[in-house]
């Protein structure tokens, strides 16, 4: 279950989000295979030749690795670990399992292979384990290649995964320039998976409405999960305009029920684009929107909040955003965690310029405080 502190978030966005001012840390990612337990390559993020080290697998779930991060002084005295992962993970979703922190994002190319949903995993925090594909193998109906920003809700028989992918054969479509985006839904016993989708046909797709994706479930205090989405209506074939979308889910969160309702759109909000959604429910009870605007690949990128009566809606535009500023170039995608002691932020950023000058999305996870302290002199 997601819960944001509503005193900490009002310090998030008055912060502006400074939590970058003592730099980035790189960390190194350990590649490991679901269905080995040899030896496996560590991937360094400042280097493009891969190394060889030892990685002990449990026997009851994922990996652990004996090696130690470097981190600054300065990052150790103030927060006590560093924040950014240290590798390309854009679009992330955090989830726990007791003690464990399990990282899921956008496709990625990398160690020689594609990973239509990468999963990474760690016990501190500090650092992070690629465990390996959670979906190794797409439903029948989705396109190789094309996979984006997965959702992942634990339930009372396992757990379920919500991705976005092209639908298959779209992409020979002329009418369609950049194919079809739609929501899938796969099941798992485990939050590193392997997720299974064994449906024909994708968990949503508004045909009329340019597609659907950006999937991000949510519990409400009843206990009753959620679902909430964007429509592509800034696809190049669509003329809608962008709508997030909320729906209630079944008990085992594979199917929907009752009808879609519109909670905001890029018109209210003043953008072309708003994606992303994700709904936070405060300690206080109140429910937030939080959504990306703008666009994904440059500095114009930005986190938007609004506040909501109830999952469904009405929701009110917050008239603060959070952008680039300082070092944080670009932020979007967040996602909220609790752990059971803390409130986690988990986002992206670019690193080392944008999408047009060779930079990388890598994750960052920090808590309220922690964002709130950067804000503050030493």
């Not at 020689?112 to 999963?119: A, C, E, L, R």
């Not at 440059?298 to 680039?324: H, I, K, M, N, W």
Request: charge should be negative; aromatic fraction near 8%.
């Amino acid at each position: 279950m997601k819960v944001l502190y509503a005193a900490g978030m009002m310090r998030w966005i008055g912060a502006g989000f400074l939590l970058f001012a003592v730099g980035c840390t790189t960390l190194e990612a350990t590649v490991v295979s679901p269905a080995t337990q040899a030896p496996t390559t560590t991937v360094s993020t400042t280097t493009s030749i891969p190394t060889t080290t030892t990685t002990t697998v449990l026997p009851e779930g994922p990996p652990t690795t004996s090696t130690v991060p470097t981190t600054t002084s300065e990052q150790t005295e103030r927060t006590g670990r560093p924040k950014p992962t240290g590798f390309g993970a854009p679009d992330p979703e955090m989830v726990m399992k007791e003690d464990q922190a399990f990282l899921y994002a956008t496709n990625v190319l990398m160690n020689n292979g594609f990973f239509n949903v990468p999963v990474w995993s760690s016990s501190d925090l500090t650092q992070w384990e690629f465990v390996g594909d959670a979906l190794p193998t797409l439903g029948v109906w989705a396109e190789i290649g094309y996979t984006w920003a997965p959702g992942v809700l634990e339930t009372d028989t396992g757990w379920v995964l919500y991705y976005t992918a092209r639908v298959a054969g779209t992409t020979e479509n002329s009418a369609l320039p950049a194919g079809e985006q739609c929501i899938g839904v796969a099941v798992a016993d485990d939050p590193w998976g392997p997720f299974v989708d064994e449906r024909d046909k994708p968990l949503v797709c508004q045909h009329e409405l340019g597609g659907s994706i950006d999937p991000s479930p949510f519990v409400d205090a009843g206990g009753t999960s959620w679902l909430v989405w964007k429509s592509d209506g800034n696809a190049p074939h669509a003329s809608t305009g962008v709508q997030l979308f909320v729906q209630e889910l079944s008990l085992d969160g594979t199917a929907l029920v009752g009808a879609s309702v519109v909670v905001l759109d890029a018109v209210t909000v003043g953008e072309e684009i708003i994606e992303n959604p994700e709904i936070v429910r405060a300690a206080n009870g109140s429910l937030w929107l939080v959504f990306s605007a703008g666009w994904w690949a440059d500095d114009t990128y930005r986190v938007g909040l609004a506040r909501c009566e109830s999952p469904v809606g009405p929701c009110e535009l917050f008239d603060r955003q959070v952008g680039t500023v300082g070092p944080l170039v670009g932020p979007g995608g967040v996602s909220v965690v609790d752990t059971g002691e803390e409130s986690l932020l988990v986002f992206h950023t670019w690193v080392g310029g944008t999408a047009e000058t060779g930079g990388t999305r890598q994750t960052v996870v920090t808590t309220l405080d922690e964002v709130w302290a950067y804000t503050q002199p030493n």
